[in-house]
């Protein structure tokens, strides 16, 4: 069974930064998610297990960057330029397998979500 921690979320002023972490009990393929209320779950970045391969939403192309510290079990998502349209709860998920893929229901394991909000 994998476990996943998300730590990093907090309140942050429009054009700030955040980096949220994810601590990984495994070496999986690895993708963030976020969820705004009454939103669905949306895909927001994606590392495959060596880092060789990293792939974004449109949405948060230029601005977010993904990567991992495999010595640490540990992914990170890097927010540069936050909007308040980045509000949400992120989760970082974990997939069995060498490929990347932006759809959830492909994803084995979740971590418990941690909250970023930007302020206006």
């Known amino acids: 069974q994998v476990q996943l921690v998300e730590s990093g979320g907090g309140l942050v002023q429009a054009g700030g930064s955040l980096r949220l972490s994810c601590a990984a009990s495994g070496r999986y393929a690895m993708g963030w998610f976020r969820q705004a209320p009454g939103k669905e779950r949306e895909f927001v970045a994606a590392?495959?297990?060596?880092?060789?391969?990293?792939y974004y939403a449109d949405s948060v192309k230029g601005r977010f960057t993904i990567s991992r510290d495999n010595a640490k079990n540990t992914v990170y998502l890097q927010m540069n330029s936050l909007k308040p349209e980045d509000t949400a709860v992120y989760y970082c998920a974990a997939r069995a397998s060498l490929l990347l893929t932006t759809a959830s229901y492909e994803y084995d394991y979740w971590g418990q979500g941690t909250q970023v909000t930007v302020s206006s």
């Open positions: 590392v495959t297990r060596y880092a060789r391969t990293t």
